[in-house]
């Protein structure tokens, strides 16, 4: 039989039974897979071709069962401004990426805390260069001239037998930052930009703001894997950014306190052993006009816009009388946008103005 033969000969999905239409065919190892089927399977999973009918089987079991997890699955966490985003569950301890229709109405993979592995943050860079014209003939600038564009991609490494990762891009469109190549000197990297004459710039700002947005996630995503399921603190939607910030450093300030007397926090948490304050409230979404903490590269004892909590005591001016009669000296943390180190006063550097 012939090329066209095999094309328009009757085929059977092994799964369903249905006859699969003209181009409708996916092949599997050991058979063939109709469109309808092959459109339930997880939009994480790549392996189509390598997997056997009996796994396709499975992998529909597994997809069926999780229908009824979207429709008790309940966010108030969101992270990313683009068509997908992450989608957490405090209350569950779950977590997934999707769209928002596909939340609504669709069936995206719900996963637990505990599913996640690790995080991974990635900056791609797109670099074009400027020419001028000169007797009719386009030629380059000496030295060359160039225009960057930035995108923020986070990928959720997972425990899951049909896929190994989520990966999701935290941008709506590319970030267009002119002539400022955001990767050289001293912002290599997964970092914000220190340079304090940049920051009225608005397409800094949005750079800065995937920055933050990514920091969050990793730094939320190593809560997960260092310390178990976690609480929300006591932060609210309606909160204007100063008070955000106010209620953020009252939060470290009460983990100092408590790690200096070791003894709990708030809500009975020992904040000596990295666990966050307890508290009843809704968090903040990012990309709402929120404060932005200075991540480093590394991403060590910063804290966590998503989750309201340091991964370690955080180093903040807290009251210098300890409830229990101590005395504990103000601290000095290093500024991350002048790199100075400073005494926060009114929750900014006293040398930039930056919001810490």
């Known amino acids: 039989m ?78 990313g401004l683009g068509s997908q985003k992450l989608f957490v569950d405090i209350n569950a301890n779950r977590f997934t990426v999707a769209s928002d229709k596909d939340l609504s109405g669709g069936n995206p993979d719900i996963l637990d805390f505990a599913d996640a592995t690790a995080c991974d943050l990635d900056i791609r860079e797109n670099r074009t260069e400027e020419k001028r014209t000169v007797d009719g003939k386009s030629v380059s600038y000496v030295p060359p001239r160039y225009k960057y564009s930035y995108d923020f991609y986070v990928t959720i490494r997972v425990n899951n037998p049909y896929f190994d990762d989520m990966k ?31 920051r009225a710039n608005m397409n800094i700002n949005k750079y800065n703001e995937c920055i933050s947005i990514g920091d969050n996630i990793k730094n939320m995503i190593t809560g997960w894997m260092n310390q178990g399921p976690v609480q929300p603190a006591s932060y609210s939607l309606n909160m204007t950014p100063d008070e955000l910030a106010k209620a953020m450093q009252a939060a470290a300030g009460q983990a100092a306190v408590a790690a200096a007397a070791n003894r709990p926090a708030a809500g009975g948490m020992f904040m000596n052993q990295g666990a966050p304050l307890q508290g009843a409230g809704v968090q903040p979404m990012m ?5 932005q903490q200075g991540m480093q590269q590394g991403f060590a004892g910063q804290p966590m816009m998503g989750q309201g909590f340091p991964q370690q005591p955080v180093q903040r001016p807290v009251s210098n009388t300890d409830p229990t009669g101590g005395a504990i000296p103000l601290a000095q943390i290093k500024c991350p946008y002048c790199d100075a180190t400073i005494t926060p006063v009114g929750g900014k550097c006293p040398v930039c103005e930056g919001v810490l």
């Open 168 to 198: 999701f891009k935290i941008n709506s469109f590319s970030v267009d930052t002119g002539n400022t190549c955001m990767t050289a000197g001293g912002n290599t990297g997964w970092k914000l930009s220190t340079n304090a004459g940049l």
């Open 287 to 291: 990309g709402q006009g929120f404060p």
């Open 2 to 79: 012939g090329i066209l033969g095999k094309m328009f000969e009757k085929k059977i999905c092994d799964v369903c039974g249905e006859e699969i239409k003209l181009l409708g065919n996916r092949k599997l190892e050991d058979g063939n897979l109709c469109k309808n089927c092959a459109n339930k399977l997880s939009p994480w999973f790549d392996e189509r071709r390598h997997s056997t009918v009996e796994q396709i089987k499975q992998q529909l079991a597994y997809r069926e069962a999780n229908q009824s997890k979207v429709s008790a699955f309940h966010s108030n966490l969101v992270y």
